[in-house]
């Protein structure tokens, strides 16, 4: 449930202090106190941030902006403060983890004009956000959101623009040479790079009925930028599948008075791998809005698109037709996979209501339900926000389990709003929807357990259409930076695996770039609820050992513990689910030897079931090797990575 912080949730430990005399400079320091957030209150609100004594980000100012010329944050004007300190557990309905251990110390500075500011403080980043109690509704024309950082580090960023789809290389640069990059923007996370192999994430959570935040960068400082409302759209963009906006109004936001307002954090690391655990976005998220959610399967996902239908050695012509999906359903349903996606074409694109020809729909929906196997539908954003209520009811007629919504491609309030508006009717539905097309995460799985994934990366698909594909080095950087705000559906899975002389770009029988392992690791390295087989079903069938391993690799989990790694270099994580640990290791186009020591393992005797590339994996992608052997918690495993290459190994408990 979404509150204001005026109130108070109920079973958290919360202290309060008097309301103190009117001073220049108020602190807030983390739980283990190596982080003390100072805000001044001058001409405007204004913050800093220390950690380990040394400054991170220098004084800031934030404010908003609203269209009759009020502006939150300046010349403040304290009213009373007020602080708290909660140290509790959280549990996900799922994660990367069962169980979030929850710490932090916060301060809330309320102000004359009937708003409030908060900080709070982890032991792992800061966060602050703007409270209002206004009569009616407010437009905000303006945010002022910025990062101030202590000197011109070097940072990734991911550049976008308002109307793309948030699907692009990262590029490391000082934070003022990004000032001249085209595009000028970047979505968020932008991964800064402090002294001493310390880190810093810039992000944002609880994004609701609000534009998302993207960074610009001015000197040593990353500035928020916000989309205007849309004014006036059309359809249009690929094949009339978006709706770019013709014009736009003069505010970001129309919004209720009394709200709160988006979480702008920072993430803190002391290495590069410690982003990996970070769970401050699910954290500062709203508590979910559906009621009971048990109902919310995560799984995996049988799919149709990345292989274009293409079988083989079966007895039928494959394509877009009822025998081919009746083979995807029987392949998930012998496998343990939960769902078959089908992806365009089993509609008109702009009338859900309009099934093809091509297809006997009422057979694949009873099939599928006869071998206990979940159908998710393909639609374009715009057509289902138009046809919402009548193709969710039909949807719900049939049996579907859920949604995978593309071609969004905007972040501004409009778009948001269309986000959370189909998340509370298909709940109501009991549909799971997968975000194509989108924006990075921003909680929205905690708020609404039915987002079951996000995709807003550059994923595998682009080895279809794009002519440099997918990297390695790519693949080795999303961990850190992108999945630092979320779950990501990449979709790996590819079976045809190729060195960098030898990949080409091939729509209709794709390949991916690196080694068979690098893709298997994938399924450990990446976080994915609802996690795509890419590939098709034969070409998996062809190989029974790593159709064996990945039919069984979960999709969350109950701890995660991250092993090494260096951003676009490398990265090694074991995750545990049950008494079952899987652990994954990817590299660059650089070939890489880790020692990985096996301690996150409990007592006794474990089966250690490893993939690793084969000896001629340089060569051949496709080569590996499957390796069996038992282990315990005392040994140290060397893990031998070819360029492009990768390692994935299961932990299973002796009996």
């Known amino acids: 449930m979404r509150i204001l912080h005026f109130l108070l949730t109920a079973g958290l430990s919360v202290s309060f202090a008097a309301a103190q005399p009117v001073t220049k400079n108020h602190t807030v320091a983390s739980p283990d106190g190596r982080t003390v957030v100072t805000v001044t209150l001058g001409d405007k609100i204004r913050y800093a941030v220390r950690r380990d004594n040394q400054p991170v ?41 069962s169980v979030i251990p929850e710490q932090y110390n916060e301060l809330s500075l309320r102000l004359r004009g009937n708003y409030a500011v908060l900080f709070r403080a982890y032991n792992d980043g800061i966060a602050y956000r703007f409270e209002t109690r206004l009569p009616g509704q407010i437009l905000v024309q303006s945010e002022e959101a910025t990062f101030n950082f202590a000197s011109d580090y070097a940072a990734w960023f991911h550049p976008s623009a308002f109307l ?28 800064v790079e402090l002294p001493g192999g310390a880190r810093a994430a810039v992000m944002e959570s609880d994004l609701l009925d609000y534009p998302g935040m993207n960074l610009t960068a001015e000197g040593q400082a990353l500035r ?31 919004t209720a008075g009394t709200r709160t307002f988006p979480w702008r954090i ?42 274009n239908l293409n079988l083989w050695n079966v007895p039928f012509k494959t394509g877009f037709n009822t025998e081919s999906y009746k083979y995807f359903i029987d392949f998930a349903a012998e496998n343990g996979l939960e769902y078959v996606n089908l992806d365009e074409g089993w509609s008109d694109q702009f009338d859900l209501l309009k099934v093809t020809d091509k297809l006997d729909m009422p057979e694949v929906i009873r099939y599928a339900k006869q071998k206990n196997v979940g159908l998710i539908l393909w639609c374009v954003w715009h057509t289902l926000d138009r046809q919402m209520i009548p193709a969710l009811e039909q949807f719900a007629k049939w049996g579907i389990a859920g949604l995978k919504v593309d071609f969004m491609d905007r972040d501004d309030q409009e778009v948001v709003n269309f986000y959370e508006r189909l998340l509370r009717e298909a709940s109501k539905r009991k549909m799971l929807v997968n975000y194509h097309g989108a924006y990075k995460p921003t909680g929205l799985q905690r708020t609404y357990p039915n987002n079951i994934n996000r995709e807003g990366v550059k994923g595998l698909e682009w080895n279809k259409f794009s002519k440099e594909g997918i990297s390695p080095e790519h693949d080795v950087t999303l961990p850190f930076i992108r999945m630092v705000a979320g779950s990501m559906d990449y979709t790996p899975g590819a079976m045809t695996n190729a060195n960098k002389t030898d990949w080409r770009q091939v729509f209709d029988r794709p390949m991916s770039q690196g080694t068979r392992c690098h893709q298997l690791a994938m399924f450990v390295t990446y976080f994915a609820p609802l996690q795509m087989l890419s590939d098709a079903p034969t070409a998996y069938q062809r190989e029974p050992e790593v159709l064996k391993f990945l039919a069984t690799v979960p999709t969350v989990w109950d701890e995660t513990r991250p092993v090494d790694g260096r951003v676009g270099d490398y990265v090694a ?20 030897t880790l020692k990985m020591k096996l301690d996150f393992l409990g007592n006794g005797l474990y089966q250690a079931e490893i993939f690793q590339d084969g000896p001629n994996a340089h060569r051949v992608g496709n080569d590996y090797k499957r390796v069996v052997r038992q282990v315990s918690h005392n040994d140290e495993l060397t893990v031998e990575m070819a360029p492009g290459g990768g390692w994935t190994a299961r932990f299973t408990l002796l009996k």
């Open 57 to 97: 980000i220098t004084e800031s100012p934030v404010s908003m902006t609203l269209s009759d010329g009020r502006v939150l944050g300046g010349q403040p004007k304290l009213k009373g403060q007020n602080t708290a300190s909660v140290n509790r557990q959280v549990k996900p309905l799922y994660g990367i983890s």
């Open 164 to 191: 793309s789809s948030w699907e692009s290389d990262y590029k490391r640069m000082n934070i003022s040479a990004f000032a001249a990059n085209d595009p000028k923007t970047a979505m968020v996370p932008t991964l």
């Open 224 to 254: 928020g930028a916000f989309a205007a409302y849309p004014k006036k759209t059309k359809i249009g963009g690929h094949n009339n599948f978006n709706m770019p906006v013709e014009e736009r109004e003069s505010f970001i936001a129309r």
């Open 266 to 307: 920072v993430a803190f690391a002391d290495s590069d791998k410690d982003l990996l655990a970070n769970q401050l976005v699910y954290l500062l998220a709203s508590e979910s809005k559906i009621g009971d959610a048990s109902w919310v399967k995560p799984g995996r996902v049988a799919w149709d698109w990345w292989c």
């Open 573 to 592: 994580v074991a995750r545990r689910k049950g008494n079952v640990w899987y652990a994954g290791a990817m590299t660059d186009w650089e070939a890489r």
